[in-house]
């Protein structure tokens, strides 16, 4: 029974899901609102299984003091701290906003930041031209790189239009790029679809954990 | 007596100047606007319901050559015999106007008149019209028969599998590459890192991420190594610990399962980025795994795991970062190749089924764009009209 009941959850779910999108009566579009909503409900309740996890997780850590303990310290005690400023004052708390705004906000751009870093030294490796494969990846990212900035109308601007840069770099984009795009989107589609199949019909169950086994 | 009668024949006199300057006016007659053509009020088709269309011919005034006019107004009733509420002032060019919020099986009627300077047209009436929502949405029906087709196909693969016939799948380097990684990790005694990524369980590239770490998980219990899996969602991480779970049991090693490898971290994104940063520069695991939705926390994560020595396996759907991944990772699984990593790694029958249904899927939406090319081209719009969904 334990495996039985998720799998027919599924299966009338995932059918009901997947007809829905065919009707567009009232009755339909709110039974849709309504079950997204419970998944907002249930995540909820998740979170409180996922605060319990972390906080086990770094107890455990500064209890048995294994290396790298004192970071664990400063998440409990950051976790405690918006969490009884946020309850006792508000969200709209003086101290809370500026912890938000002062503390984690610039933490988080800073991490965003190091991106343009990493691209660059990402960039280095894929453009090495040691095959013919990747020096026309090498060829055709400088010249989308000079198409798209004034120093590539400045070098190419007196020759033909076909043969500027930045002609040649809206081509590369919005012909050869957009096919490649759409042939995987299209990929993704049927597969998104496979996949839904295999688990509405019970093929897929590793989803199901220990219960799922055959 | 003198002011008296100076004052009387001053007032004579400006009176005298005063008529005499008047300009005598020619008659102005301030017609109203010509008024609006037939209304036709219907039901707006394949909706929720709640909705009427109002249509009308526009003003003959109502012309850029002609006087114009300031625009249309709007009254609805829900009696022929009124009372009429205005409802809506349009601007002068609009030949229609979609009604919402109405009551279902309620009727309604309409009457619209052009406005000019605060002066009325004679009102053109419109209606009864019923609003409704409709129980199938005949735009769609395109995509409910190729769905259908497709269901179809799948379920002959799968019954086809079931009874015996092989098929053919191409290799893919980067699901090949699984057992290697893993035996690389046992054979330098260093855990695996599992990332499912920043989709919900509700997100089907999650959901393949959890069919892949299921397998992953299993060879990983069979080589007793140890497996990180790091969480930005409450619920995957109830569903990966779940399968991680699952995975020891059946193999036979339930007792070394360790709950606290799969873990929570946060619901914001770049902390969550620098959490798993974090483990991988202090873990050194020999394997990553980036399976399921990813953003711009991609090349950050994969390009850590370059730096720690790590061979990396991606796998996502989201276009922008197949490229990011494709420069970081050894092997990336592109797209669909996520959908069918569970079939490859499996290789039961019955998942390979519907790699065969997908690859005539395939062929279908391939011949459907060359057919549509080609009408197009010839001037037959009719065919891709019926791809518009509305």
Known sequence: ?214 | MKVFLVLIVSCWLTDIWLFASEVPFDSVTVEPPSMAGEVLVRDKPNDTGGTLIIQWAISADDTAAGAGIDGYMVYRSKNVDGPYKLIRVLPSGSISFEDTGLDDGQAYYYRISSVKDQLESQIVAGGPAIPSGQWYHTKRTPILVLMILFCITAVVFIVKAKGGYTFYVRPIAGIDAVDEAIGRATEMGRPILYVPGLGTAADVATIAAFTILGRVARKVAEYNTRVICPNYDPVVMTVCQEVVKGAYSSVGKPDMYEPKDVFFITQDQFPYTAAVNGIILREKPATNFYMGMFYAESLVLAETGFIAGSIQIAGTDQLIQIPFFVCACDYVLMGEELYAASAYLSKEPQQLGTLKAQDWGKVVVVLLIIIGTVFSTVGWSWFSALFDIG
């Open chain 1, 1 to 214: 029974m334990k495996r039985e009941l998720p799998l027919m959850i599924v299966l009338i779910f995932g059918t009901f899901m997947a007809f829905q999108y065919f009707v567009p009566h009232r009755i339909s579009s709110d039974l849709y609102q309504e079950f997204n909503n419970w998944t907002i409900i249930i995540g909820i309740f998740a979170m409180v299984v996922g605060i319990g996890s972390l906080i086990s997780l770094h107890y455990n850590r500064i209890k048995f003091k294994k290396p790298g303990w004192g970071y664990s310290t400063v998440t409990i005690v950051c976790l405690i701290g918006m969490m009884s400023i946020g309850l006792i004052g508000g969200t709209e708390n003086d101290l809370f906003l500026k912890l938000y705004r002062h503390g984690l906000a610039p933490v988080t751009s800073t991490m965003f930041s190091l991106l343009a870093f990493f691209i660059a030294s990402a960039a280095y490796r894929a453009f090495r031209a040691r095959t013919i494969l990747a020096t026309l990846l090498l060829l055709a990212a400088v010249v989308v790189m000079l198409g798209r900035v004034p120093i590539g109308e400045i070098l190419t601007g007196w020759l033909p239009r076909p043969l500027q840069f930045s002609e040649i770099s809206n081509f590369l984009l919005y012909v050869p790029n957009t096919a490649a795009k759409r042939a995987i989107f299209i990929g993704v589609g049927l597969g998104v679809a496979a996949m839904s199949l295999k688990i509405i019909l019970g093929i897929e169950r590793t989803w199901l954990g220990g219960e799922g086994r055959k």
